[in-house]
Each structure stands twice: as structure tokens, then as C-alpha cells.
């Protein structure tokens, strides 16, 4: 199972991101083991913010995914390297998931890196995967996932993981 928020639905980048920690939250306080990462997007003088992922579940510290290139810099300022580190310690929590929830699927993932070997190996185990995707990447997002792919109203999205928690494995 893999539920997708529209970035543009939730307010944003942003917005999907507290719903999915707040999600997280709840159901880790429920005693669901959710793991996956979560980003954060602080305001930054030279860029327009900086980015980091807190990893759910590995108790280690928040990975910093973007980089300074500088003020008059026009290059992505995502460190890809970074994000490559942060799947890794994803995969690594899997074995304790019950559901994954991550930050997004986008340029890298379009690519084949970032966290598509975390949405795989999650799939591949049964477990229900909750994700944001940006306008800009929705076609390339549905093309990736088929059929697998649930659009979710941010309303719906904390019910539909429950409901997938309950769904019987495929």
C-alpha cells in the first residue's frame, strides 16, 4: 500500500510534512512502530532554508540534506550524498516498521536514488508507505507506483493508515 499527499493540498512542502510528523506521532504514541524520515526546513540567510530529515526510530541525530553554495549560487542545493546516508539508516529500521512514512518523492527519487530503495524494500516487506509529492513530480510519482499509488486528502490520511495497519498482508 502506498498513500500520497499532494504537496498543493496540504499547504505546501511544509504542511505535509507536520501532518505526516504529526501522524507519526500520534501513532508512535500508540504504540505503532513507525519509522521512515521527516523533513525539516529551517530559514537560512544565504538560501531559502535549510534542509534536514529526523530518521524515525533510529535514535540518531537529524541528517542535514542541504548545503550552502553560496549567495548568488543557482545550482540545487541538495546534498545528495546526504540524502543517500539518511535512506540508508531508513533501511535499517525496517525490520521493526509497521508503517513508513517519508518526507517526500522527488528529483532524486525520479531518478532512481534518494528513498526509492526505502519505498521498495518497504513494498516488498507489505508494509502501508505514507508519502508527499509535489505538483511538479505527481506524473512521474504515478508512473513510479501504478497502480500501488492511493491519493490521500490530508484529512483521510491518518484514517488511511490505520485502516492499512489493519489490512491483512498481500
Given at each position: 500500500?502506498?498513500?500520497?499527499?499532494?504537496?498543493?493540498?496540504?499547504?505546501?512542502?511544509?504542511?505535509?510534512?507536520?501532518?505526516?510528523?504529526?501522524?507519526?506521532?500520534?501513532?508512535?504514541?500508540?504504540?505503532?512502530?513507525?519509522?521512515?524520515?521527516?523533513?525539516?526546513?529551517?530559514?537560512?540567510?544565504?538560501?531559502?532554508?535549510?534542509?534536514?530529515?529526523?530518521?524515525?526510530?533510529?535514535?540518531?541525530?537529524?541528517?542535514?540534506?542541504?548545503?550552502?553554495?553560496?549567495?548568488?549560487?543557482?545550482?540545487?542545493?541538495?546534498?545528495?550524498?546526504?540524502?543517500?546516508?539518511?535512506?540508508q539508516r531508513v533501511l535499517n529500521t525496517l525490520p521493526e516498521a509497521r508503517l513508513v512514512v517519508l518526507n517526500k518523492y522527488g528529483k532524486q527519487e525520479i531518478m532512481g536514488r534518494g528513498m526509492v530503495a526505502v519505498i521498495a524494500d518497504a513494498m516488498d516487506r507489505d508494509l502501508p508507505v505514507l508519502i508527499s509529492v509535489a505538483p511538479e513530480q505527481q506524473a512521474e510519482f504515478l508512473s513510479f507506483a501504478g497502480d500501488l499509488a492511493v491519493k490521500l486528502a490530508p484529512g483521510d490520511a491518518a484514517r488511511w493508515c490505520r485502516d492499512a495497519l489493519q489490512a491483512p498482508a498481500a
Open positions: 500500500m502506498l498513500g500520497w499527499l499532494d504537496q498543493a493540498e496540504t499547504g505546501g512542502g511544509d504542511g505535509a510534512h507536520r501532518l505526516m510528523r504529526e501522524i507519526a506521532a500520534t501513532l508512535g504514541t500508540e504504540g505503532v512502530p513507525v519509522r521512515g524520515a521527516i523533513q525539516t526546513n529551517q530559514p537560512a540567510a544565504n538560501c531559502h532554508c535549510d534542509m534536514s530529515l529526523e530518521i524515525l526510530g533510529d535514535g540518531g541525530p537529524e541528517v542535514v540534506i542541504s548545503q550552502d553554495l553560496g549567495p548568488s549560487a543557482t545550482g540545487c542545493r541538495l546534498d545528495a550524498g546526504a540524502l543517500e546516508l539518511a535512506a
